[in-house]
């Protein structure tokens, strides 16, 4: 149930400030410290091309023979560590490549705050800081939408110029917080390169986050908070205002997954961007809404990659192309999983912490705005 509030709120500029900052102390929530992997790669885009000049880290998982790539965006209190080996088995079993993106601030971009120091990799390029609206270095330990967006738009970047993987064949996966950048990189990878993506997948997707807001803390409180990530307008500007250049690829194809018991952004934000894209005419929306999914713990295999197959199949690939090997089913974040047990039971103690919410936080409102 959604609480009634009907609190007057007359708004100035400090109290935008401060819904400003308060948005981004609860919203980016970055759990503790970098990590190792083999499979983390640094890419920079030369200077004077889109996200070019700065050095950026990302999880990549190649297979070989891959027909799909995935570009994966975490939700707000994960790093790579903590998807890393559920990815590896979506991965397997669709025999896809997925490249998973870091935020700025996030794991290998975490600005220490222990002994162990981390070394940041050089900045050669100015950017734009969200939060003081001035120009400056982009700097990779601090977390904003701008600087979220143009890792998000270098990942795309990577995928179709260095790896040279059509467009046509990648997926953007975005779960939870994750869900507002999928959705306005594929928005912007058309509008501004005519880059069509071959689907867009959204995992616990919110209509904004002032929505969310306004679930908890009352429609009057969530004029504090600023229009970041809006999946609604996003959508329907994708769906309406389309580049005469793209009008035949118009609609592009899009899951949601929103389970009935999440808790955290609550179902009715997935059914309301579902119902949205149908009312828009989309031909190619599908929405899998399993009944005892919550925000953090899903069946990895039957709610999300028999859903993905399924997706891929119908909108991407031949049939054939989509056939995966069997499995055995372990307990993680996404839910159980896989077939990478000796690996997985390594990582699961950590995940487990990183899926329920805190990270040493005791606020209510900490635990309800856009966890991870």
């Not at 308060?22 to 759990?31: D, E, I, M, S, T």
């Not at 969200?130 to 939408?145: D, L, Q, V």
């Not at 009944?291 to 295999?301: F, G, I, M, Q």
Request: net charge negative; aromatic share 8%.
């Amino acid at each position: 149930l959604k609480p009634n509030c009907t609190v007057p709120c007359v708004l100035s500029h400090a109290s935008v400030s401060m819904g400003d900052t308060l948005a981004k102390a609860v919203l980016f929530q970055a759990p503790g410290g970098p990590f190792q992997s083999g499979n983390i790669i640094w890419d920079e885009r030369p200077v004077g091309t889109p996200e070019g000049g700065v050095r950026r880290p990302f999880l990549w998982l190649p297979r070989p023979n891959a027909s799909i790539t995935i570009i994966y965006f975490h939700g707000n209190a994960e790093d790579l560590m903590d998807v890393e080996t559920d990815l590896q088995e979506i991965s397997y079993q669709l025999r896809a490549n997925i490249l998973a993106v870091e935020y700025p601030g996030y794991g290998l971009l975490r600005r220490s705050e222990t002994k162990h120091k981390q070394v940041q990799p050089p900045v050669k390029s100015d950017g734009w800081s969200f939060a003081m609206c001035t120009r400056g270095p982009e700097n990779p330990s601090e977390t904003t939408i701008e600087g979220i967006d143009k890792a998000a738009a270098h990942a795309l970047a990577y995928v179709i110029t260095t790896q040279g993987i059509p467009g046509s064949q990648v997926i953007l996966f975005g779960r939870s917080l994750g869900s507002g950048v999928a959705l306005r990189l594929a928005k912007h990878a058309r509008d501004r390169f005519h880059w069509s993506v071959g689907g867009v997948v959204l995992q616990c997707p919110y209509i904004s986050i002032r929505q969310i807001v306004s679930d908890y803390a009352c429609t009057a409180s969530s004029f504090l908070i600023p229009s970041y990530y809006d999946n609604l307008a996003t959508l329907q500007s994708l769906c309406e205002d389309v580049p005469a250049a793209m009008e035949n690829r118009r609609w592009i194809p899009l899951l949601i997954l929103h389970g009935e018991q999440d808790e955290i952004v609550w179902p009715y934000h997935g059914h309301t961007l579902h119902t949205e894209a149908l009312r828009l005419g989309h031909p190619s929306i599908e929405a899998v809404f399993p009944p005892d999914a919550t925000h953090n713990r899903w069946d990895l295999h039957e709610d999300i990659i028999a859903s993905l197959r399924s997706f891929i199949r119908r909108h991407l690939l031949r049939p054939s192309a989509a056939s995966s090997p069997s499995h055995h089913p372990h307990e993680g974040c996404f839910g159980p999983a896989s077939v990478l047990s000796g690996a997985y039971q390594a990582a699961h103690a950590r995940r487990s912490s990183a899926c329920m919410f805190g990270f040493g936080s005791s606020s209510a409102l900490d635990e309800v705005l856009i966890p991870g």
